[in-house]
């Protein structure tokens, strides 16, 4: 039986900033790798039309997935469109029944942007709702059973919305594999010279490995890390289940 591990964020970058370390961990494990972005990246820039953005965005993501072998899905929605709402929800939802992930990452419910946040609830919708007979996916997709558990990257800065710290529950061990996570990071180039314009990000890499760095002393045990809250087991699988830490052994300890 394939074991397969699915990354949903919101843009093109999300993904590597917050989750790649442990992707090609799992990787290593023997996962299958999938990843979307719900949203195209649209909003990314100050001085490219939004057709050409959403194409180099689109060819940068394709690049960084490819990087680790992962099966790249389509974006649904422009930036700043990621609503917690019925349609695209079903849309969001035939995905997950495509792929049926047993490891599901996605973002924290308390970030600092609300597509980060409303793309944490619609895949964590889409996988309450993957074997429900009566919720029509958009194409439609037959239900799937089998369990799946949901983890919470850290949020951007490691901070929630109102400045305060989050703690994760466990840390994946990104020290040896930094240098491939920076090199997935790198396929974005296009958001280097955004988010320091937007955001005052003046180093979009070196921002990446202070964040992991703080995380890494968080953990008390590794140099850089990626931190993960692991939800509540009601509705996704059995309790105590954690496929995350089985998979990845020595390379996760607990918050």
Known sequence: MTRRAFAVAAHPDDIEFLMAGTLIRLAGAGYELHTMNIANGSCGTSHVPADEIVRIRRDEARAAAASIGAVYHESLVPDIEIYYEKPLLAR???VMRE?????LLTQSPDDY???????????VTAAFVRGMNNFQADPPRDPVAGDVAVYHAQPHSNRGPLGEAVRPHLFVDATDVLDRKRAMLACHESQRRWLDESQGMDSYLAAMEA????AGAMSGRFEYAEGWRHRLHLGFGPEGWDPLADALGAAVCSG
Do not use: C, G, T, Y
């Open 92 to 94: 969001v939802a035939a």
């Open 99 to 103: 792929v049926a992930p047993e490891i």
């Open 113 to 123: 942007m609300e597509d980060h946040q409303n793309a944490a609830r619609l895949a």
């Open 211 to 214: 964040f992991s760095r703080e």
